[in-house]
Every structure is written in structure tokens, then in C-alpha cells.
């Protein structure tokens, strides 16, 4: 039994077909099917059920999937523990927020592909509800979310924090001083919504403050809010230092409101079960890079000066 044959099992269960997981695998369908073959040969029993369309797993096909599984994941993690960082080759599925993805995500990439030249990585920005569901169903290594998601099946450390204030096009709220939260309330309010870990945190917030919003509009997407509070459609919480830009510009507005809002906390997460030192030195590097003061920053940022 070789690697090469379980891996060929493995990927052909996860991605559904023989064609996708000889696309994983740089290869052939018919070197996939041979090695399955082989694995059949060796066992003198069926791996999948041909009489079906798809790619469907035996009784005994699902057992060796799972020792496929457990046997690839540790001989990845002896490859980690007893290579030199620049020899380890591997895929690595990161996924972040798009906030994440607007500030230091490219300073994280340069720092990752410098000390991992080898390691293939495949970023995925999406919203942190989703991300948490892809990494429960394997389809991401690591993510880099709002700490807002506790489930004992995933394994977290601390990242960073991200300071945002109310904000609104000048003119939109007239004040003359600090506003109570519940006088701002009665304002058109655009939220994040409950697919967004910062909406979920405010959201929360809010409740505890005793607060409903008469009038608010879900934004999932952190630049179309950005752009409808610069047009004056409502207020909004947003990101206060990477904005600032915007404030100087004399775009966006801050307002002053008691309480302020509290910092979001953000986590790197994995599951438990998923004891790799790759992802642990990726989670460090993080924790170097974290950095939401600051759009687009560029991977230069981390070259030593001269």
C-alpha cells in the first residue's frame, strides 16, 4: 500500500470523480484508476460502486478512507516536523474576511511564500459564517476570523483587534456633542448582518445596550457599506484607522457616541484535530503581520530596509 494509492482514494471521495481528483493530483484519470485498482487488488475487495454515476465509497471503501485520511495527515505532519521550512510542499487553504484581505493579507502572503517558497497557497475571502462552515467541512486549513464563532471542534489563538466608530457622511447626524447610542439609533442604521462576525459582535452589543435599531439595511459586503455611508444613506460602524483617509478627505464623518463601540477581537482558527506545525508557524506569522490600521499594504512593507 503506498501514499500515492490512498491519495488517489482520498481526493476521488472528497472532490466527487475520478477526473477531479486526477486534476488535484497532476495526473491522469487512468493513473488514478490504476491506483485504485491496485488498492482493490491488495484488499481483494471493492473500493467504490461502479454500478453508480458517481463517485460512490464501498463499506469497506469508506473504511479505508478513513485511514487514508489519518495516514496522510501524519505523514504531512513528519514531513513539516523533519524538513527544512524551504523544502515543505504542500497546499494551504487560507481563508479570511474581506477586511483581512483589504489591509495586511498580501504582507502575510509575501511573508508565508519567503519562509514556505514551496507551499501552494489559496486564499479565499468570503464572509465569516461561511468561512467557519467551509473549515468544519475540510474545504479550508485555517481561517482568520471576528472572535465570535466558540465550538469546542476548533482549536484558536489570538491575531489582532480592530477598533471601528460610527460614521456617516458630514451633515448626515448633526450633533454638538457626544450622542447617546439610542439617539443615534433613531438614525437609518447599515449593519453587517448576522453572516459578518463583526455584525454578529455589534449586533450583540447592542441588545445589551438595550438598543433596537428602528431602521437599519443588512450590507454584507464591507465596500459597498463603505460606499452608501460616504453617499449619505445612514450611519455605520466601520474599521476607524484604515479610514481614515476618508475622514481627512472630508468623505466620512466620525461620530462621537457613548458607549463607544468595543474592539473586535480577531482569531485564527483551525480544528482540533488538525495538529500540523505548518499551520502553527502560519498562525505566528499572522500574529507578525496583523496590521487593520492600513489599507492595501504592500508585500514590500516587509522587506528589510536598505
Known amino acids: 500500500m503506498t501514499f500515492k494509492q490512498l491519495e488517489a482514494l482520498y481526493w476521488i471521495a472528497k472532490l466527487g470523480g475520478f477526473a477531479q481528483a486526477a486534476n488535484q493530483l497532476h495526473t491522469s ?13 491488495l484488499f481483494e475487495t471493492e473500493l467504490f460502486d461502479r454500478s453508480q454515476r458517481t463517485a460512490r465509497l464501498t463499506e469497506k ?20 516536523q523533519f524538513s527544512k521550512p524551504g523544502v515543505v510542499e504542500r497546499r494551504l487553504r487560507i481563508g479570511v474576511t474581506e ?14 511564500q519567503r519562509h514556505y517558497p514551496k507551499v501552494i497557497l489559496e486564499p479565499d475571502v468570503d464572509d465569516s459564517l461561511q468561512l467557519r462552515d467551509k473549515l468544519l467541512a475540510d474545504e479550508l486549513d485555517l481561517v482568520i476570523v471576528p472572535d465570535t464563532f466558540a465550538d469546542s471542534r476548533m482549536q484558536s489563538k489570538a491575531i489582532g483587534e480592530v477598533k471601528s466608530a460610527w460614521m456617516c457622511k458630514p451633515g448626515v447626524v448633526r450633533a454638538t456633542g457626544a450622542m447617546r447610542l439610542h439617539e443615534l439609533a433613531r438614525h437609518r442604521m447599515l449593519v453587517q448582518g448576522k453572516n459578518s462576525g463583526t455584525g454578529r459582535a455589534y449586533d450583540a452589543w447592542m441588545k445589551d445596550q438595550g438598543v433596537q435599531p428602528a431602521d437599519t439595511i443588512v450590507v454584507s459586503n464591507l465596500v459597498a457599506l463603505t460606499g452608501l455611508t460616504v453617499s449619505g444613506l445612514g450611519v455605520s460602524y466601520l474599521p476607524r484607522q484604515c479610514l481614515d483617509p476618508l475622514v481627512s478627505a472630508g468623505m466620512l464623518a466620525v461620530i462621537d457616541v457613548v458607549p463607544a463601540l468595543p474592539v473586535v477581537r480577531y482569531v485564527a482558527m483551525h480544528k482540533g484535530e488538525h495538529r500540523s506545525a505548518l499551520i502553527s508557524s502560519i498562525v505566528m506569522l499572522a500574529q507578525e503581520c496583523c496590521d487593520f490600521t492600513r489599507m492595501f499594504q504592500a508585500q514590500a512593507d516587509e522587506e528589510p530596509a536598505k
Open 61 to 80: 471503501g469508506e473504511e479505508m478512507f478513513v485511514l487514508a485520511s489519518r495516514l496522510l495527515e501524519q505523514r504531512d505532519a513528519a514531513v513539516e
Open 99 to 112: 477586511l483581512t484581505a483589504m489591509t495586511w493579507l498580501p504582507r502575510l502572503v509575501g511573508v508565508i
Open 29 to 41: 484519470q487512468s493513473a488514478v484508476s490504476k491506483r485504485v485498482h491496485e488498492l482493490e487488488l
